[in-house]
Every structure is written in C-alpha cells, then in structure tokens.
C-alpha cells in the first residue's frame, strides 16, 4: 500500500516558523518520522511539498492513480481552497487532515476548514504526533 503525503504552503519553514505555535522539528524531521513510522506500518510513502495551490491540485490528480489515500497538512489553504477540496473529493481516495497546532483555538479565520467535512478524519493540536496519528487512522481505515 502506498499513501500520500501532503504538506502545504509555508511548512518547509518550519523548525523557524513560530516555534512556539508549530514545535521544533523542521519539514525533514517530520518526513523521517513519518517514514520510520510507515516503515513499521509496512507501507511506502509519496511526500510532497507545495507553496503554490495549482502545484498542489496537479500533484494531487497524478498521485491519485499511485496511492490509496492522502495524509494532508494544507495550511493555510485550509481556510481557503474550494478547490483543493474539490480536488480531494474529485480523485474519490479517502484523505485525512492534519494540523500541528489547535486550530480550534487560534484565531477565529483558522476555525473554519473546507476540507473537514469531506475528510475521512481530522486531527490536530499534537504536533507532529498528529501527522503520524492521521497515517496511523488512515491505514487503519483503508485496511478495514
Ligand atoms: C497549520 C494551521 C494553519 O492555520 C496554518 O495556516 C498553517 C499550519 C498547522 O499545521 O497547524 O500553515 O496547518
């Protein structure tokens, strides 16, 4: 089984963007671990990373016929792409959002997703625990 990896704009700065908000790790410490952990899962990954929206539809529309399903962070596209939902929806593979901070408990414009309520499940507020408790739900799933 082969699953997507999606991580939206701004996040390859992480590690030096808002440490306080998003954690320490940089984009790379978050793909090792995730790696180690689809490693113990027995699946393979296919890791993107985009700043740009149609960047991310194309990539989503090519994967779709490699994977079974999507792990996507899509920042702050979150608030604000029909058409990344659109998308998602549209290649018909189960995707689960992912966020490292509480969302919930930000601002108010980072309380609203387009993607949640088509998602196959949404976690956040964990840190990188959360991208490797979304793999986790969505092989679960995809194996049921
Ligand atoms: C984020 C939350 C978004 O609101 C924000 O725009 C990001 C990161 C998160 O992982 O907490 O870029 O998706």
Known sequence: MRVGVIHGP???????????IYGPDSLDDINRLLQGRADELGIELEIFQSNHEGELLDHIEDASARVAGFVINPGAFT?????????????????????????A???????????????????YGFGVQSYLLGLQGLVARLRA
């Open 79 to 103: 608030h604000t792409s029909i058409a990344l939902r659109d998308a998602l929806v549209g290649v018909e593979r189960p995707f689960v959002e992912v966020h490292l901070s509480n969302t």
């Open 105 to 123: 408990g930000r601002e108010r414009f980072r309380r609203h997703s387009y993607l949640s309520p088509v998602a196959a499940g949404v976690v």
């Open 10 to 20: 701004n996040l390859r700065l992480l590690g030096r963007r808002e440490p306080e």
